[in-house]
């Protein structure tokens, strides 16, 4: 199989960190990585929203939604997913049900302002200091999907669950959850930092799988260029071949010199094209 969709970047990885931050919305900057994507080949920019860039992030408001869709048309890149990093900070599991109930409503909001944009998926992160540790835990997580599920079937807009968990307890949450909106985000970093073997991992639930993180991580430690740790991209890159996956591919790799992340990008477009053709 030749994967037809083209490969997208994480938001911020095309311009100077912010403030020392690996990832975050750029408030400042945002604008000028349409044209940046466009220069590196890339076809596509997860947008993220997170508790860093409120009250800049243009998904806050009609006109900011409708200038990131001019920049998106006039240059070429789509934004098709969201990132919602927000919901690290402010986590669905370990929360009071009123805390759980103000964090769903902006949740549902979220979801309506993707839905202006034409997003199709928003990633819902379920690690660090979000992540699922227990069976309470997983029975909040479920809890508090099912509960968005409603306004995101709504929106026509999947939730892509990025979790930390072991491939046989990521499993069971997902048979807790088995509506075709609710997908897995696959991170290959993650699963690399823990140990996790990617044939384990498809054979578990490789059929939710309906977006890729692709950076590389050493096991216990963190994130370095890609081939240089212990994600195993050729037997991810040969699962979804398996499965005839067509969805996105997202780059959020390591960080290269400050000031060249356009030819950064280039390079690592390049390093994961070898494995998509």
Aim: proline share 4%; aromatic share 8%.
């Amino acid at each position: 199989m030749i994967f037809q969709r083209k490969l997208a970047i994480m938001q911020g990885r095309l311009l100077p960190p912010v403030e020392g931050r690996i990832q975050a919305f750029p408030r400042e900057q945002w604008e000028r990585e349409f044209p940046h994507a466009a220069s590196a080949g890339l076809g596509a920019i997860e947008w993220i929203y997170d508790t860093y860039g409120l009250g800049a992030n243009p998904l806050e408001s009609a006109e900011g939604v409708a200038r990131i869709g001019r920049l998106s048309r006039e240059h070429g890149v789509g934004v098709r997913s969201i990132c919602a990093d927000y919901f690290m900070d402010f986590a669905l599991v370990r929360a009071t049900d009123r805390q759980r109930a103000e964090r769903l409503a902006q949740l549902e909001w979220l979801l309506g302002q993707a839905k202006l944009l034409g997003v199709t998926r928003i990633v819902l992160p379920f690690v660090d200091q979000s992540a699922i540790g227990d069976a309470a835990d997983r029975e909040a997580a479920t809890d508090a999907i099912h509960r968005a599920l409603p306004a995101a079937q709504a929106a026509g807009i999947e939730l892509h669950l990025e979790a930390s968990l072991a491939p046989g307890d990521f499993a069971l949450l997902l048979a807790g959850l088995p509506h075709p909106c609710v997908k897995v985000n696959y991170d290959s970093g993650n699963s690399s930092s823990l140990g996790y073997k990617p044939a384990e991992e498809f054979a578990a639930y490789g059929a939710r799988v309906g977006s890729v993180h692709v950076k590389d991580r050493v096991r216990n430690g963190g994130t370095v260029p890609l081939g240089q740790g212990d994600a195993d991209l050729d037997t991810l890159f040969a699962c979804l071949r398996g499965l005839d996956y067509a969805g996105d591919i997202v780059l959020q790799v390591a960080r290269g010199t400050s000031g060249d992340e356009i030819a950064w990008a280039r390079h690592n477009r390049a390093f994961v094209e070898r494995y998509l053709n």
